[in-house]
Every structure is written in C-alpha cells, then in structure tokens.
C-alpha cells in the first residue's frame, strides 16, 4: 500500500509540475495567459529561488547535492530539454545546460512553503487570503487532480497549489511561459 501511495504522489507531483509546462497542456496555458496577474516576484519554496544554479558551490553548500531523476534519460531522448533533480524532498526542473531552476515543486508530509505564506496542510481559503481572487482553477476528476494557480505575467511566474478537501497537498513554482520546453 506504501508502495502506491509513493508512485501516486509522485505522479501527481509530475502533473502540478507540469501542466503549464508541457505541450498536450493547452488548455491550461489559456487559463494562464486569461488570468489577471498578481505579483509573485520574490517568491520562493523552502528558500530555493527560481534561476538558482544547482551545480554552484554556494547553492550545493546551502542546500545539498541535487540527485539527478533516475528517468531524465527516458524523457531526454523524448525530447525535454530539462532535467529533474531531487533535493530535500523538492524536485526541481533544471535546465540541461545552463543548470537554472526552471521549476520547484513539493508533495509530501515534510514541512514545505511557499516564501512562508502557504504550507503543506493550509486550507485553501488562506491560500486566497495570501495570493488573492486573480487565479484559475483546474480539475481532473479521473486524476482526482484539483489546482488553483496564479500567474505573474510581468515576471514570468506561475504558482501551482495543488489541494485535496480544501488542504495544501502540492506547492509548485515555476515560470509560467516557454521555459519548461520540449522540443516540437
């Protein structure tokens, strides 16, 4: 049952990573360019920054080794352009060459936030309450997937929460246009 329980979290963490970022998303890509934009500028998830260099040694010393996904060559030879690491139980989106940040997200029972204004296990309302009425919301009721996200269209920014019987079980962060890529 454990064992599940870890390869659906997982799965659903790769969804709230991704769904702005892949091509078969363009549905929520309207939401997002639709929404009206609110400011996420400085924001962080558990003090890690998008466009932070994983392979600086300043980045390693603060925060760890990234341990880079056991399926980056699968997707690699799909034709993704970026990477995914592990660090602190984050999984990041890591430019193949430059190693940038692309994407931050986190789905577990370890304490995690959002520049400290949503955790892991808040209920939805403070989450509008911290980030506002401008937001879109998308559900998959076959995936039981159900996000709100915010949009900062002058930075380039989309954060993703992820909730479950209006609690905080996913947090992501990530630019919200053309940086998390494939190849056409």
């Known amino acids: 049952?454990?064992?599940?329980?870890?390869?659906?979290?997982?799965?659903?963490?790769?969804?709230i990573l991704f769904t702005s970022a892949c091509n078969t998303?363009?549905?929520?890509?309207?939401?997002?360019?639709?929404v009206e934009s609110t400011n996420l500028s400085g924001e962080t998830i558990d003090g890690i920054e998008l466009g932070m260099d994983i392979s600086n040694e300043t980045f390693q010393?603060?925060?760890?080794?990234?341990?880079?996904?056991?399926?980056n060559q699968h997707y690699s030879?799909?034709?993704?352009?970026?990477?995914?690491?592990?660090?602190?139980?984050?999984?990041?989106?890591?430019?193949r060459e430059t190693n940038e940040i692309l994407s931050i997200g986190r789905i577990s029972n370890h304490p995690s936030s959002a520049e400290n204004r949503v955790e892991l296990g808040d209920s939805m309302e403070k989450v509008i309450l911290e980030y506002g009425d401008h937001f879109y919301t998308y559900n998959d009721s076959q995936q039981s997937i159900s996000v709100i996200g915010y949009v900062d269209h002058s930075n380039n920014l989309h954060l993703s929460i992820n909730h479950s019987e209006n609690r905080v079980?996913?947090?992501?962060?990530?630019?919200?246009?053309?940086?998390?890529?494939?190849?056409?």
């Open 1 to 15: 049952m454990i064992r599940y329980r870890k390869i659906y979290i997982i799965y659903v963490l790769f969804i």
């Open 25 to 34: 998303s363009k549905e929520i890509n309207e939401y997002m360019r639709e």
């Open 61 to 71: 010393q603060k925060y760890g080794r990234a341990k880079p996904d056991p399926d």
């Open 77 to 95: 030879a799909q034709g993704r352009k970026y990477d995914q690491y592990w660090i602190n139980g984050l999984l990041l989106g890591v430019d």
């Open 169 to 184: 079980i996913g947090i992501s962060l990530s630019y919200a246009f053309d940086r998390l890529l494939w190849e056409k």
